[in-house]
């Protein structure tokens, strides 16, 4: 039932009403009519509103599923985040590390240079 009018209270057409409320008796069979077509109304409400929690509860689900994604996502994100600064960080030390090497074979060259220099000068 919607709003807990009966179907009767919801038919406001062509004098229905009034003769419902106001007139004579409808007779028997009309009223089993109004009342088969009130039960239908409300059998086809209560599968039209169980469908919409059906669909109520698949959304929650697929939005529960969705934030926990979003979540991972989120928390990979950081992952890869701290793993390019580690990156960065190894590739500074190794580009230093190659200067230091270049320096120290650069000063190696040199001073056997000289050694061969002070060689030939004895």
């Known amino acids: 039932r919607v709003h807990g009018d009966?179907?009767?209270e919801?038919?406001?057409m062509a004098g229905?009403?009034?003769a419902v409320s106001n007139g004579p008796v409808?007779?028997?069979?009309?009223?089993?009519?109004?009342?088969?077509l009130e039960s239908l109304y409300v059998q086809r409400l209560s599968v039209a509103q169980a469908e919409a929690e059906r669909w109520r509860l698949l959304y929650q689900a697929q939005k529960e599923q969705s934030d926990a994604v979003e979540?991972?996502?989120a928390s990979t994100r950081r992952v890869v985040a701290d793993l390019e600064a580690?990156?960065?960080e190894l590739?500074?030390?190794?580009?230093?590390m190659?200067?230091?090497?270049?320096?120290?074979?650069?000063?190696?060259?040199?001073l056997r240079q000289a050694a061969i220099q002070l060689q030939n000068f004895k």
């Open 10 to 12: 919801l038919l406001p």
């Open 71 to 73: 979540m991972e996502l």
């Open 26 to 36: 409808l007779d028997d069979e009309f009223q089993q009519h109004v009342r088969a």
């Open 6 to 8: 009966t179907f009767l």
């Open 98 to 110: 190659a200067e230091s090497r270049n320096q120290a074979v650069e000063k190696y060259n040199q």
């Open 91 to 96: 590739v500074r030390e190794n580009t230093a």
């Open 86 to 88: 580690n990156i960065d």
């Open 16 to 18: 229905v009403r009034g």
